[in-house]
Structure formats: C-alpha cells, structure tokens
C-alpha cells in the first residue's frame, strides 16, 4: 500500500512528518550542494540524460533514499528498492529478473539497494554481471566506508559520492519547510530552536521526528533550552567502536596531542568517552603516544601516562576519566621528539639487515677457561673505573661499521642528551684516533 501511496506522489495521512517532507525534486534537498548544485558530479549525469552506478556514501538522514528516489524520476527510470538487511539471493534475483523484462520493453531500471555493506561478498559480486551489461544502474547507500566494507569489483564499476552531514543552515531550512507545512511556529524560544538543531547532530530525518514531537505541544507556553531538553531524549551521539569513526577520532586525538593542541585533544577524548569508547583503550592509546611522540624529550610523560591507567583502574568512570584527562594534557604539552621512536626503528633495520653477527669480544661474557683462551672478555674496560668515566670502546661488531640510530634534535629533556652524545662522540673519535696512532 505505501508503494501506491509513494507512485501516485500522496502520502497517507499516518505517514511520518519526514516522509510528508520528502523533496519532491533535487532542487529541494538540502545540504549536498556539493553534488546536486550546479556543476556538482550528480547534476551533471542529470543534464546529460544518463546515470551511472553510484554508491552514496554518508551519515543517517541525509537524504540517500531521496537521492535516489528523485534521481530516477529525473532520468525517467524505473525506481527498484530493495534493503540488504532483510533481502537475500531470492530477493536479488527476482529485482534482476524484474529489470532484465523492463529492459526488453525498453524501460530502464534504478535498483537502490539500502545498506549495500551489509550483504556479504559473494552477494555483492552477484550485482556484478548486471550492472556490467547495463541489466540495472546500481545506487546503493552506505553509512560506512565502501573501501572496507564493499568489493573492489564492485567499487570500480561505481562513483562513490560522499555526503555531508547537514550544517545548521540545512537543518534550520528543515524546519522552517516543517513550520509552514503545518502552518505554525515551533514552540520554541530562538535559543530552544538553536538547541534543537544541535541536538539533531547532523540527521535530518531525526531532526524532523522531534519537530513532529513538539508539534503536538500546546502552542503555549514556548519552551526554553531546559524544558526542550525535558521534552526530548537526547540520544547518542553516532559512534560504532568497530568501525571506521572509531579509528577517525582515535586519529583526531593522537595527531591533537602530536600537534600540541590540549584544547583539542580533550575535545576528542571527551567524544570517544562519550560515545562508550573502553576507557583502558584509550590509556593503552595514551601510553603509547608517550613512547612514540614524546620520548626522551620528557621522560617523565611515560610515567604519566601509566599512572592515568593505574588511577584509572583504581576508581573507574566517572572520576578516573579525569586521570586520562590529564595525561592527554601532560602529553600535549610536552615537548615532542620522534628520536628514540626513529631509532629504534633503524636499529630494528640493521639487526634484520646484519643477520648473527657476534658481539666484539672484548664485551663477551667469559664464564669458562675455554672461552677465557678463545678471547673472549679480553681487553674489556670498565668505564666507571677509567679516568674519564669513558672507555670509548667499540660496541658493534666487528664486522660491522658503526652506525648512529638515536639522533635527538635537542627539544626539552633531550637538550642535555644531545650535549652528552656530542661530547662522548668527539671523545670516542679522539680515542681511536690514539689508537690508531698507536
């Protein structure tokens, strides 16, 4: 019943405000100027009279179905929806079926698959043959990242388009459509109205269920901010811990503290938290950000960071939230230095690329005669007892040159290192250079 309802343009008088609100051309949606508008990539398949494959990829709510639904009726197509999350083989087969008789009476067919990353691999390679003969032109909409979650195949037969969430000037023109559709104000003060948009968070759908909400209040009183908030649930904010704006804002907090930006560093962590992020990942993340980022230009942001994790398993959420927050600040504004991070990394290069070499046999443990008669210890000096407290003697093997891994750019504690490695350096070639006299 709602397809007859959807084909004759009526909706039933029960049908939500967002499906009364629907655009009825691609003129009237909002927010994705950047694809619809002139000139955007999606307008110009329009003017050219022919659509291809596409998968539009963005948050909930804004506008996927509409898209798809308007483009069709713009093309003259045929419009097919099908939803992977209660469709299977069966289902896919009847659709191309469908569009495979449409197509022998030359009528073209816009099969919109609806959370296209949910089918499996196998049924996503199944679009594969029809969409190469021109059998169906593909739309699919996806809330997540096509590059993990689609097939290769299936990607390049087809434009990925990415949507933007909708800003508060797309949200405010919602509900301005929502006002005169009903032929009334909101009941809301500005600064409630504002909140209201907010609390959307970028969802155009959701932000017209709550307007429905609110619709049916009394005109009176207006409500402010608090009795908005009364009103209406706030739900969570969209974060999927497996999936890719987990490792989007795991990203945006580590290259904030890299950059020194405590400010938003916290935001960052405050988003994770909030969205139900596993505080010890977080410590576990904080931890290694004082290894790679920090390192011996403030040694003591490692013991920070680990006693962050320590508060935290001792009190918890909420209160040992505030431990993370001050190991992420500690972290973003310590001086920074790659030094030991690059060493290691190096040092990790040469022992792959050196194979066995032994050690020099000076610094050989010598536990037995034998190995005492095979040289091994011998001529080893140690350097607290020598005049300098430095030796200068030979480390790598002898059959290697010596190499510099660690190379400290002198930022906060590695200042006085790099002072150290240089004195010791100029010592060690003054050393060999008497020995080599010698």
Do not use: C
């Amino acid at each position: 019943m709602s397809d007859l309802f959807e084909a004759s343009g009526i909706h039933p008088p029960d049908a939500p405000l967002a499906d009364r609100l629907r655009p009825a051309t691609l003129d009237q949606v909002v927010g994705q100027d950047h694809l619809l508008g002139e000139g955007g990539p999606i307008r110009r398949m329009i003017e050219a009279g022919r659509l291809g494959s596409m998968i539009l990829w963005g948050p909930p709510g804004t506008g996927k179905t509409t898209i798809a639904r308007l483009l069709a009726k713009a093309a003259g197509y045929q419009y097919q929806q099908i939803s992977a999350v209660f469709s299977g083989v069966a289902d896919l087969k009847k659709a191309f079926e469908q569009a495979r008789m449409r197509r022998a009476a030359g009528q073209s067919t816009l099969l919109f698959v609806d959370e296209i990353h949910r089918f499996n691999r196998a049924q996503q390679d199944g679009f594969l043959p029809f969409v190469e003969e021109g059998v169906v032109t593909l739309v699919g909409a996806t809330t997540e990242n096509p590059s993990f979650e689609l097939n290769g195949a299936l990607l390049s037969r087809s434009q990925v388009f990415v949507l933007k969430r909708l800003d508060d000037a797309a949200l405010d023109q919602l509900l301005s459509r929502a006002e005169a559709h009903e032929d009334r104000p909101l009941p809301l003060t500005p600064e409630a109205r504002h909140a209201l948009t907010a609390l959307a968070d970028g969802d155009g759908r959701y932000l017209l269920t709550m307007a429905e909400t609110l619709f049916a209040l009394p005109p009176e009183p207006m409500l402010d901010v608090q009795a908005l908030a009364g009103t209406l649930q706030r739900r969570a904010p969209a974060y999927d811990k497996s999936r890719e704006e987990h490792y989007n804002l795991i990203s945006a907090l580590h290259k904030s503290v890299r950059g020194s930006d405590p400010d938003a560093a916290l935001y960052w962590l405050a988003r994770m938290l909030n969205g139900g992020e596993d505080p010890l990942y977080l410590a576990r993340r904080i931890v290694r950000m004082a290894v790679e980022d920090i390192g011996e230009a403030d040694p003591l942001s490692i013991l920070v960071a680990n006693a962050a994790k320590e508060t935290y398993d001792f009190l918890g959420s909420p209160e040992g939230e505030l431990a993370l927050a001050q190991a992420v600040v500690h972290l973003a504004t310590a001086p920074k230095s790659v030094g030991v991070y690059e060493a290691y990394k190096a040092a990790k290069r040469a022992a792959a690329e050196t194979g066995s070499l032994m050690p020099p046999a000076h610094i050989r443990n010598a536990p037995t005669k034998l190995m005492k008669s095979l040289g091994y210890g011998k001529g080893y000096q140690y350097d607290p007892d020598t005049e300098t407290g430095f030796s200068g003697a030979n480390y790598f093997p002898d059959e290697m040159e010596r190499r510099t891994f660690y190379k400290p750019k002198g930022e906060g504690h590695e200042a006085k290192i790099k002072e150290r490695l240089e004195h010791w350096a100029a010592m060690r070639a003054e050393i060999q250079a008497g020995k080599g006299e010698d």
